[in-house]
């Protein structure tokens, strides 16, 4: 590891700390950490450029992922017990026809509403979101304030994120 | 119901360059419902990627084009909003003048139509243009394919209105073609500025613009590949085969039809446009990796080489 980073990681321990317990994490906060050392330890990350930025985003990562895999087992359950599904389906199995079509329109319906809100929301957002550019960087080459890049990329997710939410309970 | 002040954490944490992880930490700690409406969020979030296509999106960097970005802040404010509001306006004052008048081209046929001011328009087959008796700046592209030769006047720039999108030239050669599905742009001389009242996306020679189904999208174009048709070729570079068959059709007269399978397929060449369709097929089927069967009055396209019935 990085010297640089290890030191960052010590002096920062924490705060790093403060943010896994606000973030949830409770009494798992102590045992986080260790991993986030014990990871940090194990790979040779060479110079990072904002160290500090860079140890809150990996517990902000280790957070989401915990997250997910809940959220996961949570649904699989639910599955379970409705019946839904006797046999397990496999992610890497091909997806059905009926199943492709309706992944299809799903498609068609996002590109519609992101269409809707207008050239200048949609290139922000898919700028930001697909291609992972700054909304600093999109703001200097569209030539407008980060403000209108905030509010563009807002309504953007409002709209996109609302889609979703329909099609889940549809 | 969407957390808006979560949101804007999802969208502000999701920044490359964000830095403010202190600001992050006592919001979360202000409520602990903070940090599950952060989850729920960040999750959907990150299942947006199964339906938004992620094309490539190119943008043009303002900071090449000092003239363009000086003007810029001037045309964003108030936005989109003023923008439509222009084109309304633009559309209506079309509707009710009497001297505007419409150009059509067969199928196969290109016209060249030269303004009073110098700008010469080439049509080509299968399109629909109209055209303002009174205004030699005024161009609207209704349907089809034309070349663009303007004579620059900065003070009174040539505009060409397709759809709702208007193309503003800044002393240019350029092309655009306008079909039921897509609008596409390139620009071989000079620069056109794309909707200059809105998004103001510059497009200088070399570049390429489409508006489709899979939204607005900047691309790189050959200069020489920039309204090929004039010259009797066909030059593409990475484009749907559906894309071609339609220029096709246009340049030669012609209805072409395509099996499913062939859509997804994508040619770069060269296609030399012939009048006589089988001696044009004969040629271009098979570097398209396809082979061409006339079927009454149309061509179908379908997979696999050589002659097939």
């Known amino acids: ?53 860079y140890l809150y985003r990996m517990a902000n990562n280790l957070m989401l992922d915990r997250y997910r895999s809940a959220t996961r087992r949570e649904r699989r359950e639910q599955d379970w017990a ?3 599904g006797g046999v397990m389906a496999d992610p890497t199995e091909d997806i059905a026809v009926d199943d492709r079509m309706v992944l299809n329109e799903q498609l068609n319906e996002a590109r519609a509403v992101l269409r809707d809100l207008g ?10 979101r697909i291609e992972g550019v700054g909304q600093r960087v999109i703001a200097d080459e569209l030539g407008v304030s980060l403000t209108t890049v905030e509010k563009d990329l807002q309504k953007a997710y409002r709209a996109m994120l609302t889609l979703k939410q329909k099609m889940d309970t549809e | 119901m969407i957390n808006e002040e979560a949101l804007g954490w999802v969208i502000q944490t999701r920044d490359p360059e964000f830095s403010d992880w202190e600001g992050f930490t006592a919001w979360l700690e202000a409520d602990p419902a903070h940090a599950s409406a952060y989850d729920a969020l960040m999750l959907a979030d990150s299942e947006l990627d199964s339906f938004v296509p992620s094309e490539p999106v190119a943008l043009p960097i303002a900071a090449n084009d000092p003239g363009v970005r000086s003007r810029r802040p001037l045309h964003w404010i108030g936005g989109g909003a003023v923008a439509a509001a222009l084109v309304a306006a633009v559309s209506l004052g079309v509707a009710n003048r009497s001297d505007i008048y419409s150009v059509t081209t067969r199928p196969g046929e290109i016209r060249t139509i030269a303004l009073d001011d110098g700008t010469k328009v080439e049509l080509n087959g299968d399109t629909t243009m109209r055209f303002d008796r009174k205004d030699a700046r005024f161009a609207a592209l209704d349907a089809g394919e034309a ?22 030239d800044a002393g240019t050669v350029f092309n655009i073609v306008r079909t039921k599905a897509a609008t596409r742009i390139g620009v071989s001389e000079g620069k056109v500025i794309y909707n200059p009242q809105a998004e103001a996306i510059a497009l200088p020679a070399g570049r390429a613009l489409a508006d489709d189904a899979q939204g607005l999208r900047v691309m790189d174009i050959a200069p020489a590949a920039v309204a090929s048709w004039r010259q009797g070729q066909l030059v593409y570079s990475n484009a749907p085969v559906t894309q071609v068959a339609e220029d096709a059709a246009r340049s030669l007269g012609l ?39 006339r079927q009454g009055d149309a061509w179908l396209l379908k997979e696999g080489n050589g002659p097939q019935n």
Do not use: C, Y
């Open chain 1, 82 to 84: 409705e019946g839904a």
């Open chain 2, 147 to 168: 070349a663009f030769t303007v004579r620059h006047d900065e003070a009174n720039p040539f505009r060409v209105t397709v759809g709702d999108a208007v193309f503003e």
């Open chain 2, 255 to 293: 209805t072409v039809q395509f099996t499913p399978q062939v859509q997804a397929i994508r040619f770069t060449g060269t296609l030399q446009l012939d009048r006589d369709p089988a001696r044009f097929f004969a040629q271009a089927a098979p570097l398209m990796g396809l082979s061409a069967v």
């Open chain 1, 119 to 128: 050239p200048r929301v949609e290139l922000v957002f898919r700028r930001f």
């Open chain 1, 1 to 53: 590891m990085a010297t640089g980073l290890s030191a960052i990681f010590m002096a920062n321990r924490p705060a790093l700390l403060r943010f896994l317990r606000a973030r949830g994490a409770g009494d798992d906060a102590e045992d986080l950490l260790q991993d986030m050392w014990m990871k940090l330890e194990a790979k040779d990350l060479g110079p990072v450029s904002d160290p500090l930025p």
